[in-house]
């Protein structure tokens, strides 16, 4: 159809879009979880019910999960009823209380403390820390083929 060097660039367009498109959205979630890290609070809650629902996916496929509703008091004083759903998998500790994290002022912020995003926060690291190799051996490159050597630059003929 296109010539070969076409092709080549075409499916290298398309995947420099799809990390692009990988590296916002990890970058947003570790975003998300840099603020519960920095500006959240944590407390101790008093869950009051668990009931069984689900989620449908992309495919249209019925994921159980567990709707969670718990009370606290924040920071402020506040007491507050909030829910999230988790896994079916997830097990009440004993006592009916769990530790959570939210934004003090912030409603619907609540989460339960362990229920965390890990891997995305890792795929940004790991995306940013190729992304700045990258650019050093680009700049390597660069350096060479304009003076010579990578890193130094050309002296400037004295007469």
């Known amino acids: 159809m296109l010539g070969g060097d076409t092709d080549d660039e075409l ?20 975003w998300r979880e840099l603020e519960y890290f920095v500006w ?12 069984g629902t689900y989620t449908i996916d992309r495919r249209g496929r019925h994921i159980p999960k567990l709707l969670v509703e718990f009370s606290f008091t924040d920071a402020g004083g506040t007491q507050r009823v909030e829910r999230e759903t988790v896994h079916s998998e997830w097990k009440a500790p004993p006592g009916g209380r769990t530790m959570i994290e939210y934004f003090e ?3 619907n912020s609540a989460r339960i403390s362990g229920v965390t995003l890990k891997l995305p926060v890792w795929i940004f690291l790991a995306m940013t820390g190729a992304a700045t190799i ?17 890193g130094q630059r050309r002296k400037k003929n004295r007469q």
């Open 11 to 30: 499916r290298n367009a398309q995947i420099c879009i799809f990390c692009t498109i990988i590296y916002l959205v990890t970058g947003w979630i570790a």
């Open 40 to 51: 959240g609070e944590t407390t101790v809650a008093e869950i009051q019910s668990i009931a």
């Open 105 to 107: 002022g912030v409603p």
């Open 134 to 150: 990258f650019m050093i051996l680009l700049w390597r490159h660069a350096s060479k083929m304009v003076n010579g050597k990578p």
